[in-house]
């Protein structure tokens, strides 16, 4: 079965499709996709240097990044949401990681896929139910789940939602329950990927488990932990769900992210500037401002990684 | 890169003694079968309390196993608006799974079987657009809806057109329909020139039931990740009865929780489809996630 190779030079190309299809198709698509996505994202540039809010409008220059980075809330926002996945991402990388290594350990295929699927379950129900039950089950009376289970093991009730101390945390570990399976099967997919001769060899040469592991498992593994690490820090960063159903409402006009903004994550931020709020100018140059912070995050990442795992 | 899997066999760590083996092994599946449990219990939970009477659900210390069945709860939380927040959900995942499917694989044909620098291009375009956070853009996309519908005369916010619309092109499908695409044969194609068949008719008659695989995979990827929205219906279903049922969820949050009992069965019949789903069809979705990681 003869197919081209997926990377084939483009040189040799036409410049347009051949058949009619292709040519009504692609500039049709093109278009649409040009005004569904590319012409927002240059408007939020646009909008940035603009004072816009409902019945305003007129040009600022850099104003509302000078104001923007002067707010003490969008300080905040930054520095929970870098805390955020600074301990979002740790955990749910390690935690994917653990139960992948584990689930690699089953031999018998049936066994494994029925261990995967339900680990994989919890990622594909519906976030927002998942979000609002996890809500109810972290209720800090003796009613909620979790401090009735700490109650079993002696101890003391957390007061988990309602605390500056803890908000952030218990939105981490709803996360890291909800992706642990998700993060599992892209480890999965890369251990499978690893040669069996590459342990049969090292085994002859008469490496320990752990050896084998150091030596082999975790440099093949880097390319695979590079994109789980990406994929894991980019999701923390656009975290809004999570905060949106299960944090406590704020001050004036019921923002959420409490309790004392300690989860105003900057999508949230983002949303009720833009949203919430209609300070659409100001909204846009944060809107920008997180684009080039996820941009850069994803390059310095794919960069750092790449690097690490050239052996 | 091939859309074949390499033909290596999975890594099986070697050990020692057979004998010997059995034991970690035994453990590490031990392990990770009460790993398991412990992610259950938050489905446990709501399970149970979702045909708890109200009495119980505010009895201290809660209880593990209900005394009292009930499944009055139901009904109860369906009643109002409820049904409409489903009905709301399934037109907006399912017009936008089918469209998805439609444009992607097309798309994918044309990259694919009628190449030219400008498909290149147009996919570069593409695949540069999937890094660009939905939250950055969401504001203007709201603007650009809005003059569409100012230009043209029809109503676009605050109905399904409106939410469907920035879902018709999407990265993430065109991505994956353009690798199964590789799969199918030139000279299938050509022998269906050869007969006559128009463009469109070969790949409606010819290709699309061999990508059918990638196509199904798709599907129900988008209608998951669609029926799991919550921030675009926030902004462009403005009214009550557009809500889909995660903004449904959301913002009736206050209500239920005043009425716990309510709100449990509310959120398990809003699993529901979901688990369904996934029940019968996890094949694909495993398989689908697996080979290309990525979230549309």
């Known amino acids: 079965m003869a197919t081209a190779a997926p990377r084939a030079a483009t040189s040799g190309l ?48 850099l104003t509302n990044y000078a104001r923007m980075f002067g707010d003490e809330l969008w300080r905040k926002s930054l520095s929970v949401t870098i805390t955020f996945a600074l301990m979002d991402v740790p955990a749910a990388v390690a935690s994917g990681l653990v139960v992948a290594l584990m689930l690699n350990t089953i031999k018998r295929t ?7 699927a339900s680990f994989f379950f919890a990622y594909v129900v519906p976030l927002v139910a998942v979000a609002l039950v996890w809500r109810f089950m972290y209720l800090p009376g003796p009613t909620g ?28 570990i709803l996360r890291v329950w909800k992706q642990t399976g998700y993060l599992a099967l892209l480890f999965l997919a890369g251990l499978q990927s690893i040669p069996a001769v590459l342990y049969e060899a090292a085994a002859v040469d008469g490496a320990a488990p752990w050896h084998r592991f150091r030596h082999v498992t975790i440099p093949l593994l880097m390319p695979t932990m590079a994109f789980v690490v990406i994929i894991a820090t980019l999701g923390a ?31 949230y931020y983002i949303y009720t500037q833009a949203i919430s709020f209609q300070h659409e100018g100001f909204g846009s140059a944060a809107a920008v401002i997180f684009f080039l912070i996820t941009v850069c995050i994803a390059y310095v990442q794919f960069r750092f990684l790449r690097a690490r795992h050239e052996y | 890169m091939s859309t074949k899997p390499i033909a290596i066999r999975p890594a099986r760590p070697l050990t020692v003694g057979r004998l010997r083996a059995q034991v970690p092994r035994i453990a590490t599946l031990v392990l990770l079968g009460l790993v398991a449990l412990v992610f259950a219990i938050p489905f446990y939970w709501l399970l149970i309390s979702s045909v708890k009477t109200v ?29 409409r927040f489903m009905l709301n959900s399934f037109v907006y995942a399912g017009l936008s799974t089918v469209i998805i499917t439609f444009t992607s694989s097309l798309i994918g044909y044309v990259l694919i079987k009628d190449r030219s620098r400008l498909g290149e291009w147009f996919f570069w375009f593409v695949l540069s657009a999937a890094m660009v956070p939905f939250v ?13 519908q100012d230009v043209l005369g029809v109503p676009v916010i605050n109905t399904y057109a409106g939410m469907v619309l920035p879902w018709v092109v999407n990265p993430f499908g065109i991505f994956l329909m353009r690798q199964a695409m590789f799969g199918v044969p030139d000279e299938l194609l050509d022998a269906a020139r050869i007969d006559g068949a128009s463009d469109f008719t070969t790949f409606a008659r010819i290709v699309f ?46 209500d239920y929780f005043t009425e716990l009992d309510l709100f449990n069965a509310a959120a398990l019949m809003a699993m529901l489809p979901i688990a369904v789903i996934y029940f019968f069809l996890q094949r694909y979705i495993v398989e689908g996630i697996a080979t290309q990681g990525l979230r549309g």
């Open chain 1, 237 to 267: 960063f656009l975290t809004f769900t999570e905060i949106y159903v299960m944090t406590q409402a704020e001050g004036v006009g019921s923002t959420r992210g409490g309790p004392n903004y300690s989860t105003h994550v900057m999508a």
């Open chain 1, 14 to 61: 036409p410049l347009f499709p051949k058949r009619p299809l292709g040519r009504i198709v692609l500039p049709v698509a093109g278009v649409f996709f040009f005004v569904m996505i590319w012409l927002p994202v240059l408007e939020t540039f646009y909008l940035s240097l603009f004072h816009k809010e409902p019945g305003e409008f007129y040009f600022i220059g």
């Open chain 1, 110 to 116: 049936g066994v494994r896929a029925i261990f995967t």
């Open chain 2, 209 to 254: 039931p061999l990508v059918q695989q990638s196509a199904a995979a798709l599907m129900i990827l988008s209608f998951i990740f669609r029926y799991d929205d919550l921030l675009w219906p926030l902004v462009v279903a403005q009214d009550q009865s557009m809500y889909p049922v995660t903004v449904g969820l959301a913002e009736f949050v206050g």
């Open chain 1, 145 to 172: 789940l979790f401090n009735t289970l700490l109650g079993l093991v002696g101890v003391n009730p957390i007061p988990w939602l309602n605390s500056e101390e803890w908000a952030l945390r218990s939105v981490v």
């Open chain 2, 136 to 148: 950055t853009y969401l504001l203007p996309l709201f603007l650009v809806l809005l003059k569409i």
């Open chain 2, 55 to 83: 009495g119980e659900l505010r009895a201290i210390p809660p209880t593990w196993w209900p005394h009292t069945f009930t499944l009055a709860n139901f009904p109860r939380a369906w009643s109002g608006q409820f049904g």
